[in-house]
């Protein structure tokens, strides 16, 4: 019997740390997400907005501002990780939101500043991924027990 408890407490402790190291991944990535949504913010204000079109500066600022969202929201998503980490679907909610964050952001960017339209044919692959996200999201705060805060 002991040593099926003694199992028991290493795989709690196991997850226990994946759990705190999945929060700190999706924590740190929030926090460059943050960082790079003000400096490319700043960056297309001043530097670029000589340089680009009226309609590509939109589009570079529409990237920057679904970055900054899902940057905060990667830190909800961190944070929430630590508090409730029986929330297993908050994992799947922070790979999309960084994958969504990649390739809708990331695909808005390089159309804008280097002209290649094409781009734009990937963005709907991030909007895809944040969606998604979000849908699991609901899903997740949806499950939680009405005195889940006990």
Not at 29 to 43: P, S, T
Not at 87 to 101: A, D, H
Request: hydrophobic share 50%.
């Amino acid at each position: 019997m002991t040593g099926r408890l003694r199992k028991l407490a290493h795989l709690v402790a196991l997850d226990q740390l994946h759990n705190g190291r999945v929060a700190r991944l999706f924590l740190s990535l929030g926090a460059v997400f943050g960082f790079l949504g003000v400096a490319l913010g700043a960056f297309g204000a001043h530097a670029l907005r000589d340089r680009l079109s009226p309609s590509d500066l939109e589009i570079f600022k529409t990237g920057v501002q679904y970055q900054s969202y899902h940057a905060a929201a990667l830190l909800v998503v961190g944070t929430l990780i630590l508090i409730r980490p029986e929330m297993k679907r908050l994992q799947s909610v922070g790979y999309l939101f960084t994958l969504g964050t990649v390739i809708f952001s990331g695909s808005l960017y390089i159309r804008s500043v280097t002209g290649i339209r094409w781009f734009g044919a990937i963005t709907p692959i991030g909007g895809i991924c944040y969606l998604a996200g979000w849908f699991i999201f609901l899903v997740a705060v949806a499950s939680l027990p009405a005195d889940w805060n006990s």
